[in-house]
């Protein structure tokens, strides 16, 4: 039987676009989609802080119906967090959707799964959708480690969070070695690894929790790969980096069910 979860594309924009930029895309992609693709997919945004209030302008008084994403919060309201924002700050940009926990801003900024619980919480106690990025290195996928990595990571940002919230999610299954590097995980592997966090959140939230919460695949999606990996039944979504970042490619992503028409 077919799932309930809408399909769920976010483009994250790592820092790349400036203002000027993010508004020509924004206008290219809403003229490049159809009626059709909003009522198949949604689609999230995730700019740099410094664009989100020229997206929000444009796309509140164009009506168009993407949600805005940031990339990143602090888990504090507000304080003396030299170069942070918070997530009222986000809330009051409309910004809808939040990622938590990416790989990069583990392995650059040392964020840790404590961190990311608590940020987790901040998103969500300001009515905002996180999405939790989760996924292993080719060493631990080499060595059999895979598995337990992910399972520690959701089981630790999830700690504390009720089942109402964990089945409102996003999670995002991104394995490193596939990031930016081409090298996609395959379909089969990303499923079973997205049928895996499915049982962790059953797990650590019960299974109403579990067949709700949306996974999303990340690591070199492309308009070539995206309806293999969308045919997956634990596959929700996707996150896409690279291939987000110019209108046209980005429609052909979201646009995935026209493939091969
Ligand atoms: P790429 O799509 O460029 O591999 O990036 C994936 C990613 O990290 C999205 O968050």
């Known amino acids: 039987m077919a799932n309930a979860r809408k399909p769920f594309i976010s483009g994250n924009w790592k820092?790349?676009?400036?203002?000027l930029d993010a508004v020509q895309f924004i206008q290219k992609l809403y003229y490049r989609l159809e009626k059709d693709d909003y009522e198949a997919v949604e689609i999230s945004i995730h700019s740099p802080f410094t664009d989100i209030r020229s997206l929000q302008t444009i796309i509140e008084s164009d009506k168009m119906k993407f949600h805005i994403g940031a990339q990143n919060c602090h888990y504090e309201p507000s304080g003396a967090f030299t170069g942070e924002v918070s997530a009222p700050m986000l809330a009051k940009l409309s910004v809808s959707h939040v990622i938590i926990g990416h790989s990069e801003r583990r392995e650059y900024f040392g964020e840790t799964d404590e961190i990311v619980n608590k940020k987790l919480k901040a998103v969500l106690g300001n009515g905002m959708?996180?999405?939790?990025?989760?996924?292993?290195?080719?060493?631990?996928r080499e060595s059999g480690e895979a598995n337990s990595k992910v399972e520690g990571q959701i089981r630790a940002g999830l700690a504390g969070i009720t089942?109402?919230?964990?089945?409102?999610?996003?999670?995002?299954?991104?394995?490193?070695?596939?990031?930016?590097?081409?090298?996609t995980a395959t379909s089969a592997d990303a499923e079973e690894m997205c049928l895996h966090i499915r049982g962790v959140v059953a797990g650590v939230a019960g299974?109403?929790?579990?067949?709700?919460v949306r996974i999303q695949y990340g690591g070199s999606v492309k308009p070539g790969n995206i309806a293999e990996l969308m045919a997956q039944p634990n596959i929700d979504g996707a996150l896409v980096g690279g291939a987000s970042?110019?209108?046209?490619?980005?429609?052909?992503?979201?646009?995935?069910?026209?493939?091969?028409r």
């Open 245 to 260: 970042l110019e209108a046209d490619e980005f429609a052909a992503l979201i646009q995935y069910r026209n493939h091969g």
């Open 129 to 140: 959708t996180p999405i939790l990025c989760c996924g292993e290195t080719l060493e631990e």
């Open 163 to 183: 089942k109402e919230h964990v089945a409102s999610m996003v999670i995002a299954y991104e394995p490193i070695w596939a990031i930016g590097t081409g090298a």
């Open 15 to 19: 820092m790349n676009h400036n203002h």
């Open 207 to 212: 299974n109403d929790a579990a067949e709700s």
